[in-house]
């Protein structure tokens, strides 16, 4: 696609359920980011994908974080046993490579209950 | 640790008038800059980015913005501003070796008739 695409655009749950949020980049990016977006935090970092390299995990708040990326391309942020804390709109972002423009999908709202 | 300060949370301008826009970044070295504009319910769009080179950057929608090493900052302006700049602007800055991007709080611009 032309853009960074992010599924679903919302998403409401329970407390102490799990949820996934997808990110599909820019075809070719091989760089990855996950970002969250909340009123208290503002917009803070939450992990890093370059090519086959480790992830760069040092943003995800807890345990209950967990990201992988399949192939290279498509990503999923697991949150497990959400809290309300957790409500928040959680970004991706692509880009080429190391120190490249990133690009930001349109998030997904996450609302926990 | 690299940081940013957007000192303004808030600020209304007339449309047709000029705007600034402040940003200072804590960085040990020449860091990477970055002006994102978010509207309601958007994801984030790059204005304009200061790799190296011209401190004067020009970007999309008529911004332009100065990097200055003295006074750590990245200021971004606008000469005449247009109602559809209504918007949630963030400042965000990349150190060398360390991908990810650090934000500021963002300044909320109201535009007037």
Same mark, same amino acid.
């Given at each position: 696609?032309?853009?960074?695409?992010?599924?679903?655009?919302?998403?409401?749950? =329970?407390?102490?359920?799990?949820? =996934?949020?997808?990110?599909?980049?820019?075809?070719?990016?091989?760089?990855?980011?996950?970002?969250?977006?909340?009123?208290?935090?503002?917009? =803070?970092?939450?992990?890093?994908?370059?090519?086959?390299?480790?992830?760069?995990?040092?943003?995800?708040?807890?345990?209950?974080?967990?990201? =992988?990326?399949?192939?290279?391309?498509?990503?999923?942020?697991?949150?497990?046993?959400?809290?309300?804390?957790?409500?928040?709109?959680?970004?991706?972002?692509?880009?080429?490579?190391?120190?490249?423009?990133?690009?930001?999908?349109?998030?997904?709202?996450?609302?926990?209950? | 640790?690299?940081?940013?300060?957007?000192?303004?949370?808030?600020?209304?301008?007339?449309?047709?008038?000029? $705007?600034? $826009?402040?940003?200072?970044?804590?960085?040990?070295?020449? /860091?990477?800059?970055?002006?994102?504009?978010?509207? /309601?319910?958007?994801?984030?769009?790059?204005?304009l980015?200061?790799?190296?080179?011209?401190?004067l950057v020009q970007g999309?929608?008529?911004f332009e913005a100065e990097?200055?090493?003295?006074?750590?900052?990245?200021? $971004?302006r606008?000469?005449?501003?247009?109602?559809?700049?209504?918007?949630?602007?963030?400042?965000?800055?990349?150190?060398?070796?360390?991908?990810?991007?650090?934000?500021?709080?963002?300044?909320?611009?109201?535009?007037? /008739?």
């Amino acid at each position: 696609g032309a853009g960074v695409s992010q599924s679903p655009s919302n998403k409401v749950t =329970e407390k102490g359920k799990d949820v =996934e949020l997808r990110c599909d980049p820019i075809s070719g990016h091989t760089a990855l980011y996950w970002y969250r977006q909340s009123l208290g935090q503002g917009l =803070e970092f939450l992990i890093y994908f370059q090519g086959n390299s480790a992830p760069d995990k040092s943003g995800l708040p807890s345990d209950r974080f967990s990201a =992988e990326r399949t192939g290279g391309s498509v990503s999923t942020l697991t949150i497990q046993r959400t809290q309300q804390e957790d409500s928040a709109v959680y970004l991706c972002a692509s880009s080429a490579g190391i120190r490249e423009t990133q690009y930001f999908g349109p998030g997904t709202r996450l609302l926990v209950l | 640790a690299q940081s940013v300060t957007q000192p303004d949370i808030h600020i209304t301008v007339s449309e047709g008038a000029s $705007l600034e $826009l402040r940003c200072n970044y804590s960085y040990g070295a020449t /860091p990477y800059l970055f002006w994102y504009v978010q509207s /309601p319910g958007q994801g984030l769009q790059l204005l304009l980015k200061y790799f190296s080179g011209d401190t004067l950057v020009q970007g999309i929608k008529g911004f332009e913005a100065e990097f200055k090493r003295s006074q750590s900052s990245f200021n $971004l302006r606008k000469p005449s501003v247009h109602w559809s700049d209504a918007a949630e602007y963030f400042c965000a800055v990349e150190g060398f070796g360390n991908e990810k991007l650090t934000f500021g709080t963002g300044t909320r611009l109201t535009i007037i /008739p």
